[in-house]
């Protein structure tokens, strides 16, 4: 019998990674040993971040990586699970309170088109770089699309797309391991190199909105260098979420689907269509500033247990028994996306 590959756990926007082991609990006692854990992790981050100045989501990032090893306990996994999706979920739909449709539409036609074709090219540098190293072109575009898009949610979208024959269950763990990695990577350096670079916080949030792979990474990353920024890497995130949809209809027509294979139906996330919904409420409405205010502690705070709880479940442990060669289209994906998004920001925000 062929030994199958299992997923690793790990956080993911669409809640699509689930525990290969699931907990035989049910109900909300299955879920307090995991969140009480993210919520003193974070609170933990937080703490340092008021004494010593540091970024609050790169500490609860640092910290639940630090706690990495308490993922291998199953009685943990709804927890985490709950807090690192639903949490994260909840957070995008309230950072709707704090932008309008002004600022979206302040974007311009020029930033969707930039992002549009960021994706296209982020997602052929991904092909191209696993072309030259004979490691299949199926496997290129599952690393190159999730890089361009969304992560892990577009690659276990694009793999459902692609088919097992040309990306095979090895292939997809590979792929969320290095994009796990390179994601929290990402996020402790970007906003770093923003401050280095000088930018804005407004091309600092169209930087890391528009590079990093990850959601809940990508709202932490702005967040750390400054509200505004946050708010813009939100805008520019979801964009790009927005584009899984069409890219995944282009991967179908692109490559055939396989025999007696059926595609699931693609729709845009509820909690993009709620971040939307809140940001017209808010563009209509003088919201008063008491719930502005509470708007931006309740993202903040849900954004920091999400990103907790990442660095907790992330499966860094996989990624030192993979070779070097297989993590080049994600890498590869990875600078252009930071290159182009570093332009974008320059040229366009």
């Given at each position: 019998?062929?030994?199958?590959?299992?997923?690793?756990?790990?956080?993911?926007?669409?809640?699509?990674?689930?525990?290969?082991?699931?907990?035989?609990?049910?109900?909300?006692?299955?879920?307090?040993?995991?969140?009480?854990?993210?919520?003193?992790?974070?609170?933990?981050?937080?703490?340092?971040?008021?004494?010593?100045?540091?970024?609050?989501?790169?500490?609860?990032?640092?910290?639940?990586?630090?706690?990495?090893?308490?993922?291998?306990?199953?009685?943990?996994?709804?927890?985490?699970?709950?807090?690192?999706?639903?949490?994260?979920?909840?957070?995008?739909?309230?950072?709707?309170?704090?932008?309008?449709?002004?600022?979206?539409?302040?974007?311009?036609?020029?930033?969707?088109?930039?992002?549009?074709?960021?994706?296209?090219?982020?997602?052929?540098?991904?092909?191209?770089?696993?072309?030259?190293?004979?490691?299949?072109?199926?496997?290129?575009?599952?690393?190159?699309?999730?890089?361009?898009?969304?992560?892990?949610?577009?690659a276990l979208a694009l793999s459902s797309v692609?088919?097992?024959?040309?990306?095979?269950?090895?292939?997809?763990?590979?792929?969320?391991?290095?994009?796990?990695?390179?994601?929290?990577?990402?996020?402790?350096?970007?906003?770093?190199?923003?401050?280095?670079?000088?930018?804005?916080?407004?091309?600092?949030?169209?930087?890391?909105?528009?590079?990093?792979?990850?959601?809940?990474?990508?709202?932490?990353?702005?967040?750390?260098?400054?509200?505004?920024?946050?708010?813009?890497?939100?805008?520019?995130?979801?964009?790009?979420?927005?584009?899984?949809?069409?890219?995944?209809?282009?991967?179908?027509?692109i490559f055939p689907a396989d025999a007696g294979?059926?595609?699931?139906?693609?729709?845009?996330?509820?909690?993009?269509?709620?971040?939307?919904?809140?940001?017209?409420?808010?563009?209509v409405v003088a919201l008063p500033h008491v719930?502005?205010?509470?708007?931006?502690?309740?993202?903040?705070?849900?954004?920091?247990?999400?990103?907790?709880?990442?660095?907790?479940?992330?499966?860094?442990?996989?990624?030192?028994?993979?070779?070097?060669?297989?993590?080049?289209?994600?890498?590869?994906?990875?600078?252009?996306?930071?290159?182009?998004?570093?332009?974008?920001?320059?040229?366009?925000?």
């Open positions: 019998m062929k030994e199958q590959t299992s997923l690793p756990l790990g956080a993911d926007l669409y809640g699509d990674l689930l525990d290969t082991t699931p907990s035989e609990q049910t109900g909300w006692q299955g879920y307090w040993p995991g969140l009480a854990m993210t919520i003193i992790a974070a609170l933990a981050a937080a703490w340092l971040s008021d004494h010593y100045g540091a970024p609050r989501m790169l500490m609860g990032l640092l910290i639940g990586l630090a706690f990495n090893f308490a993922n291998g306990d199953p009685r943990l996994h709804p927890g985490l699970g709950f807090a690192s999706k639903t949490l994260l979920r909840w957070g995008i739909v309230v950072t709707g309170l704090q932008v309008t449709v002004w600022q979206i539409i302040d974007l311009g036609w020029a930033s969707f088109a930039w992002i549009a074709a960021m994706v296209v090219l982020v997602t052929a540098t991904g092909a191209l770089a696993a072309r030259i190293f004979r490691l299949g072109s199926g496997f290129g575009v599952l690393a190159g699309g999730s890089v361009a898009i969304c992560g892990a949610s577009a692609l088919g097992e024959r040309r990306s095979s269950q090895a292939q997809l763990t590979l792929v969320l391991v290095t994009i796990s990695a390179a994601s929290a990577i990402a996020m402790s350096l970007y906003p770093v190199l923003a401050h280095m670079l000088g930018l804005t916080d407004r091309q600092a949030g169209w930087l890391v909105g528009g590079s990093i792979h990850d959601v809940a990474q990508a709202l932490g990353a702005g967040y750390s260098f400054s509200d505004e920024a946050g708010e813009t890497a939100a805008i520019v995130k979801l964009t790009r979420v927005a584009l899984l949809a069409p890219a995944l209809a282009a991967v179908a027509l294979q059926k595609r699931a139906r693609v729709e845009l996330p509820w909690f993009v269509i709620g971040f939307l919904v809140l940001g017209g409420i808010n563009s719930t502005t205010d509470w708007a931006k502690i309740v993202t903040q705070s849900l954004l920091l247990l999400a990103v907790t709880a990442t660095g907790i479940r992330s499966p860094m442990h996989l990624l030192l028994g993979q070779g070097w060669r297989s993590a080049i289209p994600v890498i590869a994906a990875t600078l252009v996306a930071f290159g182009l998004s570093l332009l974008g920001a320059l040229l366009i925000a």
